[in-house]
């Protein structure tokens, strides 16, 4: 499929910019961005089980070991909020 785009300059020069950045050819470069949102719509979580998965994949759970009651944590962050002083 061909597809001619008229692209503002500014988008224009960013996009051969981190093209060539990438060591890719303004079309590749697009392709490949367009490849890689297709790969994450799709691998998006389903449900609540798959988004813990990602979760722990990715690190994110158990990142914060100085937090050893998340209860706890979060009332005193809420505690925090409600008592900021607005300057």
Known sequence: ???ILDLP???E???VSEAKTQGLS???YV???LGQRVQRKQSMPANGAELVAYWER???IGMRSDITDS???ARELRANAEHRHKD
Do not use: A, I, N, S
Request: glycine share 4%.
């Open 58 to 60: 990715e690190g994110v």
């Open 71 to 73: 209860q706890v944590y």
């Open 13 to 15: 020069v960013e996009l």
């Open 1 to 3: 499929m061909t597809l």
């Open 9 to 11: 300059r500014e988008l």
């Open 26 to 28: 303004p079309t590749e």
């Open 31 to 33: 392709l490949f961005l």
